[in-house]
T-cell receptor
């Protein structure tokens, strides 16, 4: 597609439920990133996929968080047993291989845990 | 791990005044990127600097990369209300490392 697509745009869930957030990167972009942004805060790195390499999971805050990227394209971020502190905007970004171009971000999924 | 700090955290300016945000990395960077996030929006890539001492301009925006490749700055001349938002720098080490985003500077322009 023309841009990075994320779904859903908004998600309200009850505490303790599992949620799945989807990211469809720009076609051909080999690098995909998930970030989390709480209201008025900066960008918190979660996970990074680069081609066929093992993902960099160093930013995942707990074992309730996991992500996969199927076929080098679509990625799903799963949060199990959601907590209120998980409420934030989850941003996905992709970039081409190499270092000469910036990230293109999606519009994000606003997750609210009630 | 790599840390990237930005100052100031917030800046209010009168429309027409200049604005500068500074970005400092704890380690040497291979390149640095700048992003702008409008209120309610997502970060949008502005520019990337690669060379030591590099200076690039985009209209009223001037970007600099330090000689030691550990710091950078973004200067906006004669701010406009359309410049409102949060400006993030993002530094990358070598290879295929991910970028590390700075803490951001939130700019408010008073008409």
């Amino acid at each position: 597609g023309a841009g990075v697509s994320q779904s859903p745009s908004n998600k309200v869930t009850e505490k303790g439920k599992d949620v799945e957030l989807r990211c469809d990167p720009i076609s051909g972009h080999t690098a995909l990133y998930w970030y989390r942004q709480s209201l008025g805060q900066g960008l918190e790195f979660l996970i990074y996929f680069q081609g066929n390499s093992a993902p960099d999971k160093s930013g995942l805050p707990s074992d309730r968080f996991s992500a996969e990227r199927t076929g080098g394209s679509v990625s799903t971020l799963t949060i199990q047993r959601t907590q209120q502190e998980d409420s934030a905007v989850y941003l996905c970004a992709s970039s081409p291989a190499g270092q000469l171009l910036g990230y293109t971000f999606g519009s994000g999924t606003r997750l609210t845990v009630v | 791990g790599q840390q990237v700090m930005q100052i100031p955290q917030y800046q209010h300016v009168q429309e027409g005044e200049d604005f500068t945000t500074y970005c400092n990395s704890s380690t040497t960077l291979s390149n640095i990127q700048w992003y702008k996030q409008r209120p309610g929006g997502h970060p949008v890539f502005l520019i990337q600097l690669v060379k030591s001492g590099e200076v690039k301009k985009q209209k009223r925006l001037t970007f600099q990369f330090g000689e030691a490749k550990k710091n950078s700055s973004l200067h906006i001349t004669a701010t406009q209300t359309t410049d409102v938002g949060t400006y993030f720098c993002a530094g990358r080490g070598g290879g295929y490392q991910k970028v590390t985003f700075g803490t951001g500077t939130k700019l408010q322009v008073i008409p």
